[in-house]
């Protein structure tokens, strides 16, 4: 069975600090890799994926995210954090077949 | 180009009422997904789709039935609604196995 972890229910950073939202996963086979964004009231937004290839994957809005094999993590990360990227940050894993697991999501607050 | 949208976008049923959720998609994809979320629990997919004509039980698809008459539409049905129903109910649509795009979401309470 495929599994994804966020451990953490809240990051709190301040404005232009780093950001780093956690993730890790569990599976046979090999991973394909996906985080989203979910602002208030709406549907969830594509950030990035990782497939194959290189481990570090940039993606929309400044954001990137490292997939690393050993650790079976996938973190994002964002060098300078916004106000407007105070939202709820999803991981999600899909293997083998069309079923994509969602990780129970961390909420980002970006202070001023 | 509209993307994903869902119809309604809010509801309020009655236990034992029956209702549908329409989802449409202008992106010409193959793939459609019914989820629903939960506090805490993230996405849980409820059924999908492969192409028109096809359907596939997720992980909760108890309670759920769904149709694909046509390649744009998706359908999520409600037979006999109970509050464990109550949820945001999120359709997804996908060109390939990869990125899904997501509707605006339609939430449902079953009192």
């Known amino acids: 069975a495929q599994s994804v972890a966020q451990p953490e229910d809240q990051v709190n950073v301040a404005e232009g600090n780093p950001l780093t939202v956690k993730c890790t996963y569990s599976v046979s086979g090999n991973p394909y890799l996906f985080w989203y964004v979910q602002y208030p009231n709406r549907g969830l937004q594509f950030l990035l994926k990782?497939?194959?290839?290189?481990?570090l994957v940039k993606g929309s809005y400044g954001f990137e995210a490292e997939f690393n094999k050993s650790q079976t993590s996938f973190h994002l990360k964002k060098p300078s954090a916004l106000v407007s990227d105070s939202a709820l940050y999803f991981c999600?894993?899909?293997?083998?077949?069309?079923?994509?697991?969602f990780g129970g999501g961390t909420r980002v607050l970006v202070k001023p | 180009n509209a993307g994903v949208t869902q119809t309604p976008k809010f509801r309020v049923l009655k236990t034992g009422q029956s209702m549908t959720l329409l989802c449409a998609q202008d992106?010409?994809?193959?793939?459609m997904y019914w989820y629903r979320q939960d506090p805490g629990m993230g996405l849980r997919l409820i059924h999908y789709?492969?192409?028109?004509?096809?359907?596939a039980k997720g992980e909760v698809p108890d309670g759920y039935n769904v149709s694909r008459l046509k390649k744009q539409n998706f359908l999520l049905g409600l037979e006999s609604a109970a509050p464990s129903q109550t949820s945001v109910y999120f359709c997804?649509?996908?060109?390939?196995?990869?990125?899904?795009?997501f509707g605006p979401g339609t939430r449902l309470t079953v009192t």
């Open positions: 992106m010409n994809h193959e793939y």
């Open positions: 999600a894993l899909r293997a083998a077949g069309n079923k994509l697991t």
């Open positions: 997804a649509s996908s060109l390939d196995r990869y990125e899904q795009y």
């Open positions: 789709s492969v192409g028109e004509g096809t359907t």
């Open positions: 990782y497939i194959t290839g290189d481990n």
